[in-house]
Nanobody
Framework: QVQLVESGGGLVQAGGSLRLSCAAS????????MAWYRQAPGNEREWVAAISAGGSTNYAGSVKDRFTISRDNVQNTMYLQMNSLKPEDTAVYYC??????????WGQGTQVTVSS
């Protein structure tokens, strides 16, 4: 049984920082590449960052140089360090395997709100 629990979101001012955590259980963390996604109201879910089991990372252009993705393969946890936050980063953030589909299992996400 797969479970994904995101945490660490909150309300911050522009320029602030947050560290999101993803606790995974089941087989999902066994896949090679995990990722963070986000969805703002009225928008489709978008990919934010990905990390392989070996630590290779990729980022969406909108967050590159501001966000850092990391993972702990022993604890089955993944993190997203978010710095220099902007109002446009406001969204619900989700973790999942890379290339997850709408019909896949998704957690509840964690809300990130960045004020001006």
């Amino acid at each position: 049984q797969v479970q994904l629990v995101e945490s660490g979101g909150g309300l911050v001012q522009a320029g602030g920082s947050l560290r999101l955590s993803c606790a995974a259980s089941g087989s999902i963390f066994s896949v090679n590449v995990m990722a963070w996604y986000r969805q703002a109201p009225g928008n489709e879910r978008e990919w934010v960052a990905a990390i392989s089991a070996g630590g290779s990372t990729n980022y969406a252009g909108s967050v590159k140089d501001r966000f850092t993705i990391s993972r702990d393969n022993v604890q089955n946890t993944m993190y997203l360090q978010m710095n220099s936050l902007k109002p446009e980063d406001t969204a619900v953030y989700y973790c999942n395997k890379h290339r997850a589909r709408t019909y896949d299992y998704w957690g509840q996400g964690t809300q990130v709100t960045v004020s001006s």
